[in-house]
């Protein structure tokens, strides 16, 4: 009996254990555990990258030795300008007697007054021309300036002077004291394709040497509202504040324009940058080079959009090409016998898109060059040889006062306006009868400017300027020309049928 009840207990522990390990197995699985030696499963990670497959033709190179050919080539710009205020100038309400007597003079002065010269420092950036030492960039960088100073890639810092400007490109020119920099071959942009690759370089928010890469989303962009003369390639590869007057470079390292301006409803960058094409930079530039100022041609005519209507009407059988709405008297236009009606399809051997086009192509073709016309007139292609001339002064919207145009009436007190000869065209456009009379029609005038200001309005005819009589643009030319940029202008404009007197002041 004591074997039997041995064995019992013997029995009765092994079922308990056993017992005990099933229970131990179910709770440790509802708890998470797992037995050692079990294989873990792998927690669920992120897809991992796929392996891009090699290139194919036309697909993006290797910027990586671009960028180290071209980066050396682009410097940062930083500018200094000097507000200064006048003497004994305050802030706000403190600046009161009682004030004064409490606070005590000394106080006063420390506490309160404002510094004679207020400095605002700006950054931006620039491509190395020429190896001598010039600098192109934008005109809205270095405008205004009192210093600039250039960082270049070796770290050196120089101080720069402004060669030339052209605001109505935005693009300057400056000069360093250096020999043997590094450069960026120019590249055609005239060749450049919606959809190739490209590079911004640049020094956005003030750090240098930085690289951006996207495509051309479009070019031939127009009436973006940052220049007169626009002719700008779109691309979204990131341009920042800082990037203005960097280098817009294409897969073989080679320049195709100069960033210039972004689209932006936040201040930031939205995927849409605009630089001037090299073409239109380097006609531009060497121009500064070699005068310090741009000439720009001019043919003499009022010129419109060619819709599938008008061509129709004027016996054109496509779009492409622009309408002579008027012919200006005295113009090259006049003397190569060129007719209001006439379709220009061709100007120098390029195939006319656009007004935009074809008023870029005018103003960059040499003054004195002879060019081959070929246009439409009432149905049949004729061909004819011009003469470009050198544009007027007030052919176009003279420039904000400041801007450092050397024109006198364009920095003065007829700064923002735009006054064109008294065509046809512009008396129907402004409802204006030609009473022989004679004046120059305002065409437009600029928010802010001063004869804004002082009341002058889109379609008044200015007959007088300081009591001299105005017939011509060439009169009101020769008049405004005497003007300092500090002289203030009496004119007297008609409109509505009656005469006025308005003073400008600069």
Do not use: C
Request: charged residues 25%.
């Amino acid at each position: 009996m004591p074997e039997l009840s041995h064995k019992k207990t013997l029995a009765l522990g092994l079922l308990l254990i056993g017992v005990g390990v099933i229970l131990g197995l179910v709770v440790a699985s509802d708890l998470g555990w797992l037995p050692i030696g079990q294989a873990v499963p792998e927690a669920p990670s992120a897809p991992r990258p796929v392996a891009m497959p090699p290139p194919a033709d036309g697909a993006a190179p290797n910027f990586v030795e671009v960028a180290k050919v071209v980066t050396p080539a682009v410097v940062n710009i930083a500018t200094t300008r000097i507000n200064r205020l006048p003497e004994g100038h305050s802030f706000g309400p403190f600046d009161d007697p009682f004030f004064r007597r409490f606070f005590g003079e000394e106080f006063f002065r420390r506490r309160f007054e404002a510094p004679p010269d207020h400095r605002e420092r700006s950054l931006g950036s620039g491509v190395i021309a020429d190896p001598r030492g010039s600098i192109i960039t934008n005109n809205h960088v270095v405008s205004k300036a009192d210093e600039i100073r250039v960082l270049l890639s070796d770290k050196r810092e120089l101080k720069a002077k402004v060669v030339g400007t052209d605001p109505k490109t935005d693009i300057a020119v400056i000069q360093v004291d250096a020999r043997d920099l590094p450069t960026i071959p120019w590249a055609d942009s005239d060749k450049l394709q919606v959809g190739e690759y490209v590079l911004a370089i640049g020094n956005p928010f003030g750090l240098n040497q930085t690289v951006t890469m996207g495509i051309v989303s479009a070019v031939g962009r127009a009436n973006v509202g940052v220049a007169e003369y626009e002719d700008f390639i779109q691309t979204d590869a990131a341009i920042n504040p800082g990037n203005s007057g960097g280098a817009l470079v294409n897969a073989r390292g080679e320049l195709i324009g100069i960033n210039t301006a972004i689209f932006s409803q936040s201040g930031g960058y939205m995927g849409i940058g605009f630089a001037v094409p090299s073409n239109m930079v380097r006609s531009v530039m060497e121009q500064l080079l070699k005068g310090g100022k741009v000439v720009r041609g001019y043919l003499g005519v009022s010129i419109q959009e060619l819709t599938q209507d008008l061509a129709r009407q004027f016996g054109v059988s496509e779009t492409k090409g622009v309408l002579i709405s008027d012919v200006l008297a005295d113009s090259p236009a006049r003397r190569a016998r060129l007719e209001r009606g006439d379709v220009i399809t061709e100007f120098d051997g390029r195939i006319v898109e656009n007004p935009t086009q074809f008023r870029n192509l005018v103003a960059q073709t040499p003054v004195g060059k002879k060019v081959h016309i070929r246009l439409v007139r009432n149905g049949q292609t004729k061909e004819f040889d011009v003469t470009i001339a050198e544009q007027p002064k007030t052919m176009v919207q003279a420039e904000s006062p400041g801007d450092g145009n050397e024109d006198a009436h364009a920095s003065g007190a007829f700064a923002g306006l735009d006054v064109r000869e008294l065509t046809p065209e512009l008396a129907r456009r402004f409802n204006l009868s030609r009473d022989g009379q004679g004046g120059v029609v305002v065409a437009r005038v600029a928010d802010g400017s001063p004869a804004g200001e002082a009341g002058v309005q889109a379609g008044d005819v200015i007959t007088e300027v300081n009591r001299k009589p105005i017939v011509t643009l060439r009169d009101f030319q020769q008049v405004t020309d005497k003007l300092s940029s500090k002289d203030p202008a009496l004119v007297l404009v008609h409109r509505n049928g009656r005469n006025l007197y308005l003073t400008i002041h600069p």
